[in-house]
Every structure is written in C-alpha cells, then in structure tokens.
C-alpha cells in the first residue's frame, strides 16, 4: 500500500512542474502556512494557474505519505520539475534572497 502512494507521488511530480503539497487548495488554504506558501508563490511571479495543489487534508494515506516521501515533518511542501524545495520556512527564505523567483522562471521556461 505504501508503496503503491509512493509511486502515485512519483509520477504525479513527474506530471506536473510546480506542485505544492498542502492543507486545503490555492482558493481556499486551510492553515496559516500553506496560506502563506500560496502567496509568496504568487508573488514570486507563478503564474496560479500553473500551481498544482494536493490537498492532503482530502487523503490520510498521502498526507503520511508525502512526509516520508521528502523526509520533511511538515506540511507545505513545495516541488519543482520533480525536486523537493522545502516548506513554508524554505519558501519564505528564498523568496526573500530572490532564490524562489528565479526558480520559478526557469520553472515556467
């Protein structure tokens, strides 16, 4: 079973290039970090209409899973092109070094 979760996060990273792992979605964030994840995202010059979210309050079996997945306690977690970037602390930092906005350019490049 839990391998099975592995591989659906997996090929879901491989799907999509900006994917964040959160508590509710983009519209509706239903905790403080993930909140604020969506917005420094948006600012960081994301286009919201290429976010991909995975509400892991919809899932227990992923929530769990994205954990160990990325070997990070926290929930936000944010993805580019496949790699694990960090949660809403990592985010912020590197929004406010410019690291996060220039990620995101050759995200969308």
Partial sequence: ????????????????????????DANFPMCGFSSQAV???????????????????????????IKDYSNWPTIPQLYVKGEFVGGADIISEMYDSGELQQLLSTAAA
């Fill in 1 to 24: 079973m839990e391998q099975d979760i592995q591989q659906r996060i997996s090929d879901f990273l491989k799907a999509h290039d900006v994917v964040l792992f959160m508590k509710g």
């Fill in 39 to 65: 917005e420094l995202l948006k600012a960081g010059g994301l286009d919201p209409n290429t976010l991909t979210t995975v509400n892991v309050l919809a899932d227990e079996g992923i929530r769990q899973a």
